[in-house]
């Protein structure tokens, strides 16, 4: 094989695409890999490693200042933004395995070939990265998303940030005005909160979270209000000038109802778009939308050698989905029997607190699709386990079928990241409500409300 010729071309060295990357390797392939940034791409640079540091840090924070009811008092639980974003950069670059010089070196030794810069296809067998023409007998692109910036009048003109810039401002804003009521926009609202700024969310729609249970979805909503998070749905907003007093803001409610705001950053956190700008698609014959690269089930595009995987695919955008499906292109690119991509059982957290977590089906979706079902709910202010830790707000609810098999599992609570474990494993091995009720467990700990819910059922 010729130096710049490869069995396999993955494009994004995120979630997917490093997966993707070293089970080809793995499979003994000669293998090139093409980042336009940083390796681990969004989630661990800008996405969920370095929020989640923020938000356990904040999450301390806010506890320490609120822990008189337990007795205890910290007269100078305050916050050094500097060394947090110092021990943010640190956590990078442990899950990373070094520095960006010893992560580069790190591929290398693996035996995977990596190119820095931006990757474009100039035919269906090769891609150019800068300078560079590489020859690929197949390709994965695995380009991940960008932050969507919504089409709101003035917005360019008063300047915002995204998720990439917010996790690491050089120092924190006195007011911030969070556009997005969704996951991401709620996360670093409290996030920033907590840490003093004084929060506004603006949503365009008339509820938050709309993917989750509706329930649990208001419920947290209440949470954070009482936090003093200020949370407006239903808003619409133009954007005015930006002056030494800060950026301007004009709103209007769904009753009509007009306000200014002025705030010293506005966060976009609208959502994300497909990284598709500069791949040139149209010269591998590989069709796309807006919403991504269209797959069949084992992740292959129109052109029988390009698999896509991740979220330039999926409509699932979290980094678990995202490495398994790099890891079953990889398979599926050399296997002569290639497997369908299971998105039956998908879960998933909002990593607020408390976080919400979910996996299969909501009440909303159970009744339009007219499946008849029943709730077993399990409050954690009845748990001895959450009334002594402090944690007694939210609850577990179960939906199962008349027959007792597990349709769906939404829990609002301390750790319910953790504490949907035992749903997934339920559900995706077939324990009915009754098997999960049977079940022993240790006294006092939180997942009794798991087996609880199952109880009522």
């Given at each position: ?28 392939k ?56 110092a ?11 070094g ?25 269906a ?24 910036i919504p ?44 840490f ?60 009509g ?20 700008d ?31 995987a ?60 007219g499946?008849k ?20 707000f ?16 939404h ?11 035992p ?35």
């Amino acid at each position: 094989m010729a130096k710049n010729e490869y069995d396999l071309i993955v494009i994004g060295a995120g979630g997917a695409g490093s997966t993707a990357a070293n089970n080809a390797v793995k499979m003994g392939k000669r293998v090139a890999l093409i980042e336009r940034d940083k390796l681990g791409g969004t989630c661990l640079n800008y996405g969920c490693d370095p929020t989640k540091t923020l938000l356990h840090t904040a999450h301390l924070l806010y506890h320490a200042q609120h822990a008189s009811n337990l007795g205890l008092i910290f007269p100078q639980a305050t916050a050094d933004w500097k060394k947090v974003q110092a021990h943010v950069r640190k956590v990078i670059e442990t899950i990373r395995g070094g520095t960006l010089a010893q992560a580069n070196a790190g591929i290398a030794a693996q035996g995977i070939d990596l190119f820095m810069g931006e990757a474009s296809f100039s035919s269906a067998h090769e891609i150019r990265v800068d300078e560079k023409t590489l020859q690929g007998k197949r390709f994965i692109i695995a380009t991940g998303t960008i932050p969507a910036i919504p089409e709101i009048e003035g917005l360019s003109q008063t300047g915002y940030i995204t998720n990439e810039e917010a996790v690491s401002l050089p120092k924190l804003p006195e007011r911030l005005v969070v556009l997005g009521g969704g996951p991401i926009g709620l996360e670093f609202a409290q996030m920033f909160s907590r840490f003093g700024v004084q929060v506004v969310v603006l949503e365009r729609s008339q509820q938050p979270l709309p993917r989750e249970d509706r329930e649990l979805a208001l419920a947290l909503c209440d949470q954070l209000g009482a936090e003093g998070i200020r949370l407006e749905f239903g808003t619409e907003m133009r954007c005015g000038k930006s002056d030494q007093h800060g950026k301007h803001i004009h709103i209007r409610d769904q009753n009509g109802r007009e306000e200014d705001l002025v705030t010293d950053q506005l966060l976009v956190a609208t959502g994300r778009r497909p990284a598709l700008d500069t791949l040139n698609l149209e010269a591998a014959g590989v069709h796309f939308t807006a919403e991504g690269i269209p797959t069949n089930v084992s992740l292959r595009t129109n052109v029988p050698h390009i698999w896509a995987a991740g979220d330039i695919t999926s409509k699932y955008q979290f980094t678990h989905v995202a490495s398994r499906q790099g890891k079953l292109a990889a398979r599926n690119a050399f296997a002569k029997t290639p497997r369908a991509f299971d998105d039956s059982l998908i879960p998933w957290v909002t990593f607020t607190d408390p976080e919400l977590a979910r996996v299969g089906q909501s009440e909303a979706d159970l009744q339009e699709a007219g499946i008849k079902y029943r709730v077993g709910r399990a409050n954690f202010d009845k748990l001895d386990r959450a009334i002594t830790n402090d944690q007694t707000f939210g609850s577990v609810k179960l939906l199962a079928d008349a027959k007792g098999k597990i349709l769906g599992g939404h829990i609002l609570g301390a750790n319910a990241g953790e504490l949907i474990a035992p749903v997934v494993y339920a559900m995706r091995f077939g324990l009915t409500v009754k098997m999960v009720a049977e079940a022993m467990l240790p006294y006092p700990t939180m997942t009794e409300a798991v087996r609880s819910a199952a109880s009522q059922l």
